[in-house]
C-alpha cells in the first residue's frame, strides 16, 4: 500500500481529513464564509442609560478641567477602539471631543463615546 500523508485510519475508514473538502470550496464560498468570520467578531453597539450619560460628562468635564491623562473607549461600525491622551477641548457644535494622543489629535463624536476613565 501506498503511504499517503493525508490519510488518516479511523476505525476501518480510511479518511483524508479536511483534504476532501477542499475541492469543493468555490472562491466565492471562501469569500462569504470569510465575511461571515468578519461579521461574526462584531460588536453590538452598548446601549447607555441616562446614568451612565450622566457619568461620561462628569469624567469629561473633570478631566477637562484637570488636564490629566484619560483613557476614553469609542465604538465605531462594531469595534471598540481605545485612546489615550489628554482631552484638549470639546466641540459643543459639531458634537466632539478632541483628544490629544502624543502628537496626534483625534475628534472623537460624542455618539460613540462609550467610556471614559481617568488615570492618576
Not at 6 to 25: E, F, N, P, Q, S
Not at 108 to 118: A, E, H, K, R, T
Request: include cysteine; aromatic fraction near 6%.
Amino acid at each position: 500500500m501506498k503511504h499517503n500523508k493525508y490519510l488518516k485510519v479511523v476505525g476501518d475508514v480510511k479518511d483524508r481529513g479536511r483534504i476532501k473538502w477542499t475541492a469543493l470550496m468555490l472562491p466565492e464560498h471562501v469569500e462569504m464564509i470569510r465575511e461571515w468570520y468578519a461579521k461574526d467578531e462584531l460588536i453590538a453597539k452598548p446601549e447607555l442609560t441616562e446614568d451612565d450619560l450622566q457619568l461620561l460628562q462628569e469624567e469629561m468635564d473633570i478631566a477637562l478641567k484637570r488636564q490629566c491623562e484619560v483613557v476614553i473607549q469609542s465604538w465605531e461600525e462594531g469595534v471598540v477602539y481605545e485612546h489615550r491622551g489628554t482631552i484638549e477641548g470639546i466641540e459643543a457644535r459639531n458634537r466632539m471631543i478632541v483628544c490629544k494622543e502624543g502628537e496626534k489629535r483625534h475628534r472623537l463624536p460624542f455618539d460613540g463615546v462609550i467610556s471614559i476613565v481617568m488615570i492618576e
